[in-house]
């Protein structure tokens, strides 16, 4: 059974950093989507940052420059280095796997495609 947990997140000022993590652990797949999303208050959840199997990135327009995301495959870890944080990047920023598209994120991505999530890490930017 895949587990994905997130952590890293926090409290910052407008134009501060963070660094997310999630631990991944279970996967049986050798090809995988793996997935940023954030889901702000009374909002959609919404994807941030995807990473394809053969390293490729992508990001909505809205995080492009800032956002980062990137994996440790011997520690299983997924990461988002989010800089330059505004206000409107407060939000619970979740974690997610999908495991059936072949190693490929068919952007852009939304919830129903993602197979495993993990249960959230809370950022919050002040102004």
């Known amino acids: 059974q895949v587990k994905l947990v997130e952590s890293g997140g926090g409290s910052v000022q407008t134009g501060g950093s963070l660094r997310l993590s999630c631990a991944g652990s279970?996967?049986?797949?050798?090809?995988?989507?793996m997935a940023w999303f954030r889901q702000a208050p009374g909002a959609k959840r919404e994807w941030v940052g995807a990473?394809?199997?053969?390293?490729?990135?992508s990001y909505p327009d809205f995080v492009k420059g800032r956002f980062t995301i990137s994996q440790d495959n011997a520690k299983k870890t997924l990461y988002l280095q989010m800089n330059s944080l505004k206000p409107e990047d407060t939000a619970m920023y979740y974690c997610?796997?999908?495991?059936?598209?072949?190693?490929?994120?068919?952007?852009?991505?939304?919830?129903?495609?993602?197979?495993?999530w993990g249960k959230g890490t809370l950022v919050t930017i002040s102004s």
């Open positions: 990473l394809e199997s053969d390293g490729s990135t």
């Open positions: 279970g996967f049986g797949y050798s090809r995988y989507c």
């Open positions: 997610a796997a999908e495991v059936n598209s072949g190693g490929y994120c068919y952007l852009p991505l939304v919830d129903d495609a993602m197979d495993y």
